[in-house]
């Protein structure tokens, strides 16, 4: 079984990663566990969820943009730091 990577897929991917840059930029700035700081950390699953549904894709692909998403918070965050120290 092979499995291609569809225009959706790659704009659900690009979106997971890209959209979490600066919302891991401003988290990192926020306080640890209040309203922001969770706000930041979720506010872009309902879009995700939006265009994996609307694309059609599976959620065997949930994972997949989890990690990216985390993955943009991650460099957003350390992109804070380095520049605020």
């Known amino acids: ?4 990577l569809t225009a959706g897929m790659l704009s659900l991917l690009l979106f997971a990663f890209f959209s979490n840059v600066p919302l891991g930029y401003f988290r990192e700035g ?3 566990f209040s309203p ?3 706000i930041f950390i ?5 879009f995700i969820i939006g265009l994996r549904m609307s694309n059609g894709i599976s959620w065997r692909f949930i994972p997949v943009t989890l990690a990216l998403a985390a993955a943009g918070q991650w460099l957003g965050g350390r992109l804070h730091r380095r520049r605020n120290p």
């Open 1 to 4: 079984m092979q499995t291609f």
């Open 30 to 32: 926020a306080q640890k």
């Open 36 to 38: 922001r700081w969770f």
């Open 42 to 46: 979720h506010l872009s699953i309902p």
